[in-house]
Nanobody
Framework: VQLQASGGGLVQPGGSLRLSCAAS????????????IGWFRQAPGKEREVVSC????????FYIDFVRGRFTISRDDAKNTAYLQLNSLKPEDTAVYYCAAGLRIIVSMIRFSSSYDNWGQGTQVTVSS
């Protein structure tokens, strides 16, 4: 499956953005709803880290502590698209955000980047006044 991330930009602290992850070309027999979706980010000079994930079957979600209560992950399987709503943005949220998709990811492994086979190209989020 090919992923296209979009929606990044420059925003002031306290502002909001909505990132989208559009999927196409799903593996034969596996529609978008079979895929778990993860959002990861990488700031300059730092390791890539998980931000939020959403499961394929029950839609269970995961958030890192730093974004819980500010970010919301969702998916619209009819549109083959996942979203990450970013609210109350902080300068520390500045990074390139990547979406990823994977099949047959068990809940305990959903937060690990190695669980995902398919990655989008990333979208830049810059939080600055």
């Amino acid at each position: 499956v090919q992923l296209q991330a979009s929606g990044g930009g420059l925003v002031q602290p306290g502002g909001s953005l909505r990132l989208s992850c559009a999927a196409s070309g799903a593996v034969s027999g596996f529609s978008f709803d079979y895929y778990a979706i993860g959002w990861f980010r990488q700031a300059p000079g730092k390791e890539r880290e998980v931000v939020s994930c959403i499961g394929s079957s029950d839609g269970s979600t995961f958030y890192i502590d730093f974004v819980r209560g500010r970010f919301t992950i969702s998916r619209d399987d009819a549109k083959n698209t996942a979203y990450l709503q970013l609210n109350s943005l902080k300068p520390e949220d500045t990074a390139v955000y990547y979406c990823a998709a994977g099949l047959r990811i068990i809940v305990s492994m959903i937060r690990f980047s190695s669980s995902y086979d398919n990655w989008g190209q990333g979208t830049q989020v810059t939080v600055s006044s």
